[in-house]
């Protein structure tokens, strides 16, 4: 069974960084497409940044471009979001998702993530 773990949340000052980690176990990590998103109280899941199984390809919803940073260690099966210039409308429980398509060569990285996380809770204070 796939097992999705995310790491790194917490209480941060507006303009402040995080970085978000991420483990797989169950899936061969280096194999998939991974993203982030996230959800505030009220509001639906939100795409945040995704990237490609050999991180050729990312993209992010652009309320982040510039800010936060999608990456990968294959070697380590870590997924990382560094989110820096934190804003409170960053306030967010933050999801890793894992993808169920090996090798997938297609334009969007985004494209068939199955295997979800609990989340972890990012807080930006103004």
């Known amino acids: 069974q796939v097992q999705v773990v995310e790491s790194g949340g917490g209480s941060v000052q507006s303009g402040g960084s995080l970085r978000l980690a991420c483990t797989v176990s169950g899936l061969a990590f280096r194999k998939y497409a991974m993203g982030w998103y996230r959800q505030a109280p009220g509001k639906e899941r939100e795409g945040v940044s995704c990237?490609?199984?050999?991180?050729?390809?990312?993209v992010y919803v652009d309320s982040v471009k510039g800010r936060f940073t999608i990456s990968r260690d294959n070697s380590e099966g870590t997924l990382y979001l560094q989110m820096n210039s934190l804003k409170p409308e960053d306030t967010a429980m933050y999801y890793c998702?894992?993808?169920?398509?090996?090798?997938?060569?297609?334009?969007?990285?985004?494209?068939?993530?199955?295997?979800w996380g609990q989340g972890t809770q990012v807080t930006v204070s103004s």
């Open positions: 998702a894992a993808g169920a398509s090996p090798y997938y060569n297609g334009d969007d990285p985004c494209f068939d993530l199955r295997y």
């Open positions: 990237v490609s199984w050999n991180g050729g390809r990312a």
